[in-house]
């Protein structure tokens, strides 16, 4: 018992001092049956000062690198916890015997200060057993989970719901307030008659959605674009949980609205209202800067284009889960359920971030949420970066981010009115496998993205990518038929492989301290897509029905090749530097 008591302490006491408690055999013995209890000898100089000089109290030395005081031998070894670890010895004092003596002598001298007084009382109060610590309650903490996947696909899926439902409801209400009898059709396949293509009212109806459409988006983003920069580089410093939980609560309150309008047939004004408080809080942008920062901060650098795609993944997965119940789900019960379940997944979605999900950034410290700094530090990033070569790569991948998700945002506000209208006249099942099969594209691109790593650059992959989003896009603006459709649909398979090398090669241009502002400028981006598509495409649309109904999908693929100029020159001018870099080392 007491060897179990003070094995901790023989790496601060000598050798002579240890022949003192056991006998020479026992000791031997003991230190041959645990080897990792015998500790190498103090230096002699650290011996002497822990004895003391001049029969002053020991003084407790601190370790090389500043740890905690070596314990002396006037002190009790304690462990983490701060309890002794010194058990009783028979007379109530620990025998060590003085450097003087033989090392062979069994006689020792009592262990006290210099001072005459005695450490009786101090030993009997350590020989006590140690109070056992109270055990933490069950159920008071919840697991922490570093992965933020869940999130995003919650509120995809609540995204993907109210998306195209709203729209089929615009259609109704508008329809109906006009008195266009036949609208929609959504119980059954057709557009009525065959002279819808003719039909000056449906064609206002079409305009009508349209234009609301615009407006409600306008108002979203004008109020996201000052929130996102707000919110994204507050996260750098305050941690990314805060800004994934204010976005997601937004939006639920946001369906909440949609909800009364349905219950109460309100206005459709009032979605332009639900859109402007979720926009307050940041919207649906918020989400995807912060969750891609999220992954930035847990991933490596090699890793981390595959990383982003999973999470671009996701968002294909609960798309396509949203499209295809939606669709069959309004189908059968109208609008109201499908909007309860996109509620649902918004208000999981705001729980999983504020009890479940762990904290990426290491080091949180405070700061004010409503300062100019942070908008500033969005500016910094491309007006004074950490790297000066680095400033114009950010402002060409931005520009080319722009141009692809504007096209991606434009084609897919009009797939559910180019696909309601003549002569494809989907029904609201059909019209669910469309969005569908747009949203299997994430899952495709994924796939095809990790095959095509294993061969080529990230770079060509995203052109490879761009090629499938410029070939589809043409297709679909010459279908006719529900068959080319879904074929133009199939082409766009690897469309999504672009979006997330930008996204890996910007990321990998600033440091892990401005990744948050990074992808707040990035959501600003996004932001500005979603305005311009929204203005350009939803405007293009009605004014080119009379001559061409799919120009604003061919329009979509003749700026893609942009982007595809854009980043085969910086892949080129990067293999060039590469090399005459290569060549100057080889010189030296």
Request: hydrophobic content about 45%; proline content about 7%; aromatic content about 10%.
């Amino acid at each position: 018992m007491v060897q179990r008591w003070l094995w901790p302490c023989w790496a601060n006491v000598g050798l002579d001092d240890l022949r003192g408690i056991f006998s020479p055999q026992q000791s031997h013995d003991s230190m041959q049956q645990h080897p990792l209890r015998a500790a190498p000898l103090a230096p002699r100089s650290l011996q002497r000062q822990r004895r003391g000089v001049s029969g002053t109290p020991a003084v407790p030395l601190r370790a090389p690198g500043g740890a905690e005081p070596v314990p002396s031998r006037a002190e009790p070894c304690r462990s983490r916890s701060g309890r002794s670890r010194v058990g009783p010895v028979p007379g109530g004092a620990v025998s060590i015997p003085s450097r003087a003596e033989p090392s062979g002598s069994r006689s020792g001298r009592s262990l006290r200060p210099r001072s005459g007084r005695s450490l009786r009382p101090s030993m009997a109060a350590m020989a006590a057993p140690p109070p056992a610590e109270p055990p933490v309650p069950p159920g008071r903490r919840c697991p922490s989970l570093l992965a933020v996947e869940p999130l995003l696909f919650l509120a995809t899926v609540s995204l993907g719901l109210q998306g195209p439902l709203a729209t089929q409801y615009l259609w109704d209400r508008l329809g109906a307030e006009h008195g266009y009898s036949d609208f929609n059709s959504t119980d059954s396949a057709g557009c009525g008659n065959g002279n819808a293509t003719a039909d000056p009212l449906r064609q206002e109806v079409e305009a009508l959605v349209s234009h609301w459409n615009l407006y409600i988006n306008l108002g979203g983003f004008f109020v996201s674009l000052f929130s996102v920069t707000l919110f994204g580089p507050w996260s750098d410093s305050v941690g990314r949980r805060p800004a994934l939980i204010l976005p997601a609560a937004g939006m639920a309150l946001q369906t909440a609205i949609y909800l009364l309008v349905m219950y109460l047939e309100l206005h459709v004004a009032f979605f332009l209202l639900g859109r402007i408080l979720s926009g307050l809080t940041g919207d649906y942008n918020l989400i995807l800067a912060s969750c891609f920062s999220y992954v930035a901060d847990t991933s490596e650098r090699r890793a981390r284009t595959f990383r982003v795609a999973i999470l671009e993944a996701c968002l294909g997965t609960a798309g396509m889960v949203a499209s295809i119940g939606g669709g069959q789900w309004r189908k059968t019960q109208g609008y109201i359920n499908p909007f309860w379940l996109a509620f649902a997944a918004s208000l999981a979605a705001t729980l999983y971030a504020a009890f479940f999900l762990q904290e990426s950034v290491k080091q949180k410290k405070a700061a004010k949420l409503f300062t100019l700094s942070h908008y500033k530090a969005v500016y910094r990033l491309y007006t004074a970066p950490e790297h000066p070569s680095s400033r114009w790569k950010l402002a060409l991948y931005s520009l080319a981010f722009f141009l692809i998700v504007t096209v991606h945002f434009g084609a897919k506000d009009l797939y559910v009115l180019y696909e309601l209208g003549f002569p494809l006249c989907w029904a609201s099942d059909l019209i669910g496998y469309g969005s569908a099969a747009s949203y299997l594209a994430y899952l495709s691109s994924l796939v095809g993205l990790r095959l095509l790593q294993l061969c080529l650059e990230d770079t060509w992959v995203a052109e490879i990518g761009l090629l499938s989003n410029i070939a589809g896009l043409v297709v679909i603006s010459l279908a006719t038929t529900t068959p080319l459709m879904f074929t133009g649909y199939g082409i766009l398979f690897l469309s999504m492989a672009a979006t997330p090398v930008i996204r890996s090669k910007l990321s990998k241009l600033v440091s892990e301290t401005e990744q948050g502002a990074l992808f707040a400028s990035v959501a600003c981006v996004e932001g500005l897509c979603s305005l311009v598509a929204t203005g350009v495409f939803n405007s293009l649309y009605p004014a080119t029905l009379h001559f061409m109904r799919g120009f604003p999908f061919l329009f979509g693929a003749i700026i893609l090749l942009i982007p595809a100029a854009i980043l085969g020159w910086i892949q080129l001018w990067d293999s060039k530097h590469d090399y005459n870099h290569f060549q100057d080392a080889r010189k030296d």
